[in-house]
Every structure is written in C-alpha cells, then in structure tokens.
C-alpha cells in the first residue's frame, strides 16, 4: 500500500541555516504530495503541495519538488527563522481525499 | 478555503465514559474525514464520514468504537467508546475542498486533545 517516510528528527539548527528534511513515498498512480505543518499549540496547516512529477510547490520560502524517479519530495529552506520552529509532516494522498503521513519531523531553531 | 471549528479543544475523561467531538465546517463539503494523533506519532485515518450514510472506516478502526455521524454537508460528530488511556490522542476533522485530484486541499480543525485517565 501506500506509504511515506520521513527523515527522524528532531533537527535542531541555528538561526540562517540552511534545512533539508528528506521525505520519501511509496504509491502506485499519481499521488499528490503535501507537507504539512504545525506549529507549537496550532492546528495542521498546509505548507506546500505539488500534484505532478517534476512540479516545485513553494510557500513561506519552503520548497519541495516532486521527484517521481527518486519517489521523493524534500522539503528545504534556504535560511531558516526561529519562527520555523514546528513539527512538519510530509502527506501523500491519492486523491480521493484520504491523507498518508510520514512520522513527522520536528525542527528547533535557536537564535 | 474552509474554515473549520471543533469542540472540545480539550477534555479528561474518565476510562470507559463516552465523549463526542463535534465537527463544524463554515461551507457545505463533500468529504469529511476523522484522523487520529497519538502522542509523539503522525497522524491516522480513522473513517471517512459520509454524508447519508455509514461511514467508512480504515483497517483498524470499528463503528463500534469510534461510531460516526454525518447528518448535513457541513457538521460531523466522532465518538470515543468506551474509552481507555490508550485513547489519549489528539482527534482531527479534515475537510477535502477543489476539485478532486488537481486542486485538492485539505483543511484541519484545531484538534481536540483527549487524556483519559
């Protein structure tokens, strides 16, 4: 079945760092992938989705790219913020609605 | 997009009570869907909540525990049953809003975060 696996964590980096958090998946089709975040005391809110192979989804200064030929979609940030600080979940879903989640990655950044 | 309000935020319960969470969406949605976030772990579906009729539930999870109700497009109830301290989870509503497979987006309720003691 469907599945994703996401780098263990915690990552902890000091301010300006650069971040990769490695999210790997197993799907048959064209799944749509997603990461997902939650900040200390919020809900889930979507970060970035991309729905096909070799599209690049981007929000906030995060970037994934959809790499069907590696079956990954790496979430990275080019100078990560305290403000960063969160659980981040990479998600698949095979569109009828229903969400797969990795284990969930949870990133410190100290000033 | 669609805006989500769940209640309780928070609740202790006593083991083998019954507590339902309400599920309230600010538009009428086609699919609802209630997951589970044990502590420290990711999240898991628990059962799609259908509108008119049972809903369905994923491997693992039985009517009987975690019984479902989807009177209308736009509200949801999920029931723990029974509960034990293995319960003790923060329980999500998920709305699917766009078009299916394209434009897919799913919102989240803030959760609400169960300890049974």
């Known amino acids: 079945g469907n599945s994703v696996t996401q780098m263990e964590g915690p990552v902890t980096l000091s301010e300006e760092a650069f971040l990769t958090i490695n999210c790997t998946y197993t799907?048959?089709?064209?799944?749509?992938l997603f990461w997902y975040v939650q900040y200390p005391g919020e809900g889930l809110q979507l970060l970035l989705k991309a729905t096909k192979a070799d599209d690049k989804g981007s929000n906030k200064g995060f970037e994934a790219t959809y790499r069907k030929e590696t079956t990954s979609f790496h979430l990275e940030k080019g100078s990560v913020q305290v403000s960063d600080s969160a659980v981040y979940f990479c998600a698949l879903s095979d569109n009828t609605g229903k969400l797969i989640f990795g284990q969930g990655t949870t990133l410190q950044v100290k000033p | 997009s669609a805006v989500i309000s769940q209640k309780p935020s928070r609740d202790i319960c006593q083991r083998g009570t019954s507590l339902t969470i309400q599920c309230q969406v600010d538009?009428?949605?086609?699919?609802m869907f209630w997951y589970r976030q044990q502590p420290g772990q990711s999240l898991t579906l628990i059962a799609t909540a259908n509108q008119g009729s049972e809903a369905t539930y994923e491997s693992g999870f039985v009517i009987d525990k975690f019984p479902i109700s989807r009177p209308n497009l736009t509200f949801s109830t999920l029931t723990v049953s029974n509960m034990s301290p293995e319960d003790s989870s923060i329980y999500l509503c998920s709305v699917e809003d766009g078009d299916r497979g394209v434009n897919t987006e799913a919102f989240f309720g803030q959760g609400t975060r169960l300890t049974v003691v």
């Open positions: 799907a048959t089709g064209y799944p749509s």
């Open positions: 538009s009428q949605v086609t699919m």
